[in-house]
């Protein structure tokens, strides 16, 4: 089912809906809560769309795409909140980046925030190294670093940017973006983390999406690729999660 509201031309499709939980599509661009912009929030359509009071369970950037789950009574919110707050929730972005991305593994850099709510790697970006398939500092993190962790896998690399399969393992505010920006693979799109001004990160949108989510005793859920998502279909049609 597809649902397009006259307070925005975002197309939002429900992939799944029972009497606990509705699993959405965000599109690009729709805020899930109200920002400084002003600008309508999928939160406003929220009843309407879903014919009752909507549930918060977690969020997606505004840029991002992909699965949104919302529970529609609060005892399925307390179980699914728990389920993210205890990171038995398996999330799977795909994402395209700058550069080859020759190889897979772990970045294990903690996270601080920064300046302008923006956040940062809790250490020097010179400091970076990566060894046996783990990114991570070099010596100790600042005080006041969060552990953070994202599983990284390359799928298809063409015109010398990458297509990604991430999987985050913590679930910090920006990880998906800070983590890739920091050992210089930024998110094609990502004004906030990359250079915007170099001409092989524009894009027309941040260029991440969150393609499923796996809820234990809850089941799968899976948001397909948006039709402005630029791909090689062919080799990425079922990315592996």
């Given at each position: 089912?597809?649902?397009?509201?006259?307070?925005?031309?975002?197309?939002?499709?429900?992939?799944?809906?029972?009497?606990?939980?509705?699993?959405?599509?965000?599109?690009?661009?729709?805020?899930?809560?109200?920002?400084?912009?002003?600008?309508?929030?999928?939160?406003?359509?929220?009843?309407?769309?879903?014919?009752?009071?909507?549930?918060?369970?977690?969020?997606?950037?505004?840029?991002?795409?992909?699965?949104?789950l919302v529970a529609r009574?609060a005892q399925a919110q307390?179980?699914?909140?728990?389920?993210?707050?205890?990171?038995?929730?398996?999330?799977?972005?795909?994402?395209?980046?700058?550069?080859?991305?020759?190889?897979?593994?772990?970045?294990?850099?903690?996270?601080?925030?920064?300046?302008?709510?923006?956040?940062?790697?809790?250490?020097?970006?010179?400091?970076?190294?990566?060894?046996?398939?783990?990114?991570?500092?070099?010596g100790a993190p600042a005080?006041?670093?969060?552990?953070?962790?994202?599983?990284?896998?390359?799928?298809?690399?063409?015109?010398?940017?990458?297509?990604?399969?991430?999987?985050?393992?913590?679930?910090?505010?920006?990880?998906?973006?800070?983590?890739?920006?920091?050992?210089?693979?930024?998110?094609?799109?990502?004004?906030?983390?990359?250079?915007?001004?170099?001409?092989?990160?524009?894009?027309?949108?941040?260029?991440?999406?969150?393609?499923?989510?796996?809820?234990?005793?809850?089941?799968?859920?899976?948001?397909?690729?948006?039709?402005?998502?630029?791909?090689?279909?062919?080799?990425?049609?079922?990315?592996?999660?």
């Amino acid at each position: 089912m597809s649902v397009s509201t006259a307070q925005s031309a975002a197309r939002i499709d429900i992939l799944s809906r029972d009497e606990n939980l509705i699993a959405l599509a965000k599109p690009s661009g729709l805020s899930v809560l109200r920002d400084r912009s002003g600008m309508a929030c999928l939160w406003d359509q929220l009843p309407e769309l879903i014919g009752g009071k909507p549930y918060q369970v977690h969020r997606i950037d505004k840029g991002t795409s992909g699965v949104l789950l919302v529970a529609r009574n609060a005892q399925a919110q307390k179980s699914l909140t728990r389920s993210f707050q205890n990171r038995s929730v398996r999330k799977f972005y795909l994402a395209w980046v700058t550069g080859r991305f020759r190889t897979g593994g772990v970045i294990d850099l903690p996270l601080r925030r920064g300046r302008k709510s923006r956040f940062r790697v809790a250490g020097q970006r010179e400091d970076i190294r990566f060894n046996k398939g783990v990114w991570h500092l070099n010596g100790a993190p600042a005080a006041d670093g969060l552990s953070s962790s994202t599983r990284v896998r390359p799928l298809l690399t063409q015109d010398g940017q990458t297509l990604l399969l991430l999987q985050p393992l913590t679930g910090r505010t920006h990880q998906l973006r800070v983590h890739l920006s920091w050992i210089g693979h930024p998110i094609l799109g990502d004004e906030l983390y990359g250079r915007p001004a170099d001409p092989a990160q524009q894009a027309g949108r941040l260029l991440l999406h969150c393609h499923r989510l796996i809820v234990p005793g809850w089941g799968v859920y899976t948001a397909p690729l948006p039709p402005d998502w630029r791909l090689n279909r062919s080799a990425t049609e079922r990315p592996r999660a």
